[in-house]
């Protein structure tokens, strides 16, 4: 993972952005010239770019402020927005349960639950994990990494649960971030997902970026960037500058429905590289987008003949992303032991499995 925490949550990065008006902007207002051209880049829409000129925070090339959000732009024009640094978040203790499936002097690694938030953000300044460390670890955690994320080196969304591990000091928080820059940590999810992914599929047989592999295992190849017109939203995109490598290797681990065409199945997924949203975009872009995902998910309807009703609706209605963070694998970066956690799936996963597979008993 070339960077654990790119697109976390702080999307301000206190450096200053220089844009160029090309062609393809000229005569636009310049509130969206600038937000086109500065697509790639978390945290500028056009809305906040709005604001930055607003504040006197826009400046052309020769010196001078833009003042004026509505003005037309021109080829070959540049501007700097000087973005402010991130306003500091100072993280209280909370007492908040954690699942701790290991600790020890130099790291915790807990099982979230999905609903937590990793770190402080805004909008989400309490009940996050980070709250919940600093009271459960006290003193041992403070100061690691700095006071905006202490001890993360790298985070799951939201609604996604599952395993993360934090440094408790600083040589933890130097080797832990070095494993996950080298892509040396084993990172196994299980995913329910809309049909099942299958070499048989012509459709995904075609698709740019995927191969077979042995096992049954579907590989996908397919670089990663912000969407262009949705922030909130990450997409497949061409390999440039914007753009950033990205591998997902998944597989059907059991299907539900007929066996021609299952309706579900729930994926093995494993990931070598660690993108904003990987999984999500990834599977989305093969065709299997996951259960209960509101970005970039779309319910499907089953056949009643495929799916009793209660099975139908639990798919239609599940609240969140189907997918844990089932196995975090890595060598301890102090003790250099080789360490391997399991957490098994939730119960709102197990009882939608539950579901699924009675149905298919049934259908037999």
């Avoid at 905006?148 to 790298?154: E, N, Q, S, T, Y």
Wanted: with cysteine.
């Amino acid at each position: 993972m070339a960077d654990p925490l790119d697109g976390a949550g702080g999307d301000d990065t206190g450096a200053p952005v220089e844009l160029t008006i090309t062609g393809a902007q000229a005569g636009q207002r310049l509130d969206k010239a600038l937000a086109l051209l500065a697509a790639g880049i978390p945290g500028l829409s056009r809305s906040r770019i709005a604001r930055l000129i607003a504040d006197g925070a826009v400046t052309e090339s020769a010196g001078a402020t833009v003042t004026e959000a509505r003005r037309k732009v021109k080829p070959g024009e540049r501007f700097t927005l000087d973005i402010p640094a991130p306003r500091p978040i100072e993280p209280a203790p909370e007492d908040i349960p954690l699942a701790v499936i290991h600790e020890d002097a130099d790291l915790i690694v807990v099982d979230k639950p999905a609903g937590m938030v990793v770190h402080p953000a805004p909008g989400a300044a309490t009940g996050t994990l980070v709250n919940a460390l600093l009271h459960h670890c006290g003193d041992s955690l403070a100061g690691i990494g700095g006071a905006l994320r202490p001890g993360i080196v790298h985070r799951i969304d939201r609604q996604t649960s599952g395993l993360v591990v934090v440094a408790k000091s600083d040589a933890a928080q130097a080797g832990l971030s070095a494993l996950f820059k080298a892509h040396d940590i084993e990172r196994r999810y299980l995913a329910l997902a809309w049909g099942a992914p299958s070499r048989a599929d012509p459709r995904l047989a075609g698709l740019a970026g995927i191969s077979f592999e042995p096992g049954g295992w579907v590989r996908i190849e397919a670089p990663i960037a912000r969407h262009p017109t949705e922030r909130k939203r990450m997409a497949v995109a061409p390999q440039g500058p914007r753009s950033r490598h990205a591998v997902t290797r998944l597989r059907a681990v059991e299907s539900f429905g007929p066996a021609e065409k299952p309706f579900a199945s729930l994926i093995e997924c494993r990931l070598e590289t660690g993108r904003t949203h990987q999984i999500r975009v990834h599977a989305t872009h093969a065709g299997h987008a996951l259960i209960g995902d509101p970005v970039y998910g779309r319910p499907r309807k089953i056949s009643e003949k495929d799916a009793a009703p209660d099975a139908s609706n639990a798919l239609l209605t599940f609240p969140r992303q189907a997918l844990h963070a089932a196995t975090l694998g890595f060598r301890h970066p102090v003790t250099g032991n080789t360490m391997c956690f399991e957490a098994p799936m939730p119960a709102d996963m197990r009882d939608l499995v539950t579901v699924l597979r009675r149905k298919r008993q049934n259908h037999r």
